[in-house]
């Protein structure tokens, strides 16, 4: 055939001067691996403008090969100490997003992704690769940036990257203060990612977020302490309930643009009455309730639920307790012994204060 060929790769090489990271048979071993997938993708196209995405599949293959070595952290390790752009990073140190991409479970995507990529860009070869799977290269930027957000000591076990532990935690580029700091807007450069700390300037408490953009490109997640959802992913033109129940340092968030243009996205804070918090309340995974609510006078307060029906099926007074007129956060305890034998479906939540009263509605899952 006229395009054939054949290829080999001569390497003469030890391994054992100081500088490398890894040394000897094992660096031969991932030095092998990374070139041969380059022989792979000559195999494909030769395409010099987009070198980085060379390099990032190269040295995801590495660990893919030989995930025992972990070479390819030490290039990745800088992209945690200087985040840009996939382009921006040379390839090697965004090696882990091939990993967000071998999520998908779909080994034959990796070759739709370099068949398209023949007569394409690499980010347009990834764009409508994914389309054709369900989803987008936003989406899976945004999935990518979530990630990032759980490495070094922040790593969770079966979360994210499968040596989340070696990378460092990410630098972030600058901090948000609830409530104290909102409204605030960012502009998130083209398929960049923001990353952010989340601090509560107040007493903990429920808020309702709201991110004002253009949601087509524009995604976040927060990763936020002690949450059972341990990423909550949100797109630009949401609304979020967060629960900061610590005074001080609360979590992250990241704001990637999958798009070819800067996006601003406006983030601020929502009164919302009576909001409760997780819903659905899922039985056996949630203990309580909560609820945020504003007080115009200092009152005790009671709540009652109701099924369906009308019929009353809880009642809880706060120990009789008399709250402070201004915002609250409450808690209700909805354990095992409490539900008893409520069944799953919707649920009407009746807060009484002094002459006020308040309601919302919630799902109970058993």
């Known amino acids: 055939e006229p395009e054939a060929y054949t290829s080999f790769t001569l390497i003469d090489n ?26 792979f993708h000559l195999g494909y196209v030769l395409d010099t403008g987009n070198i980085w995405w060379y390099e990032l599949t190269s040295s995801w293959f590495e660990d893919v090969a030989y995930p025992e070595v972990n070479d390819y952290a030490q290039y990745v390790s800088r992209f945690f100490h200087n985040p840009r752009t996939l382009d921006q990073s040379g390839g090697y140190q965004a090696a882990h997003y091939g990993f967000v991409l071998s999520d998908y479970g779909e080994p034959q995507l990796w070759n739709e992704m370099w068949t398209a990529f023949i007569d394409s860009s690499a980010y347009f070869a990834i764009e409508s690769t994914l389309e054709e799977y369900g989803t987008s290269f936003s989406q899976s930027y945004q999935r990518f940036a979530g990630w990032n ?32 700091s909102l409204p605030t807007n960012k502009a998130i450069g083209p398929r960049d990612i923001g990353y952010y700390e989340v601090f509560n300037g107040n007493e903990p408490q429920f808020y309702q977020m709201d991110f004002s953009g253009d949601g087509a490109f524009l995604k976040g997640v927060f990763a936020l302490s002690d ?45 919302k009455i009576l909001r409760p918090y997780p819903n659905p309340f899922v039985r056996g995974e949630h203990s309580v309730l909560k609820l945020y609510t504003v007080l115009t006078e200092k009152s005790a307060i009671t ?18 307790t008399e709250f402070e007129s201004g915002p609250q956060t409450l ?20 807060l009484e204060a002094g002459n006020s009263r308040q309601s919302t509605k919630f799902v109970l899952i058993q």
């Open 14 to 39: 030890d391994f054992e001067e100081s500088h490398y990271f890894t040394h000897g048979i094992d660096a031969l071993r991932v030095t092998l691996a990374h070139e041969l997938f380059h022989h």
């Open 149 to 180: 957000l759980l490495t070094g000591e922040r790593a969770l076990p079966g979360v994210g990257y499968p040596d989340a532990g070696l990378y460092p935690e990410i630098e972030v580029d600058g901090q948000i203060t609830i409530p104290d």
């Open 303 to 320: 709540l009652h639920m109701y099924n369906i029906r009308g019929q009353k099926m809880y009642t809880y007074n706060f120990g009789h």
């Open 227 to 271: 949450d059972t959802e341990i990423l909550r992913e949100f797109d630009a033109g949401q609304s979020l309930g967060i629960d900061l129940n610590h005074p001080d340092y609360t979590g992250l968030v990241a704001l990637a643009n999958g798009g070819e243009q800067f996006k601003a996205l406006k983030i601020d804070q929502i009164v």
């Open 331 to 350: 808690t209700i305890p909805l354990d095992a012994a409490t539900l008893g034998t409520l069944s799953s479906g919707v649920y009407f939540l009746r």
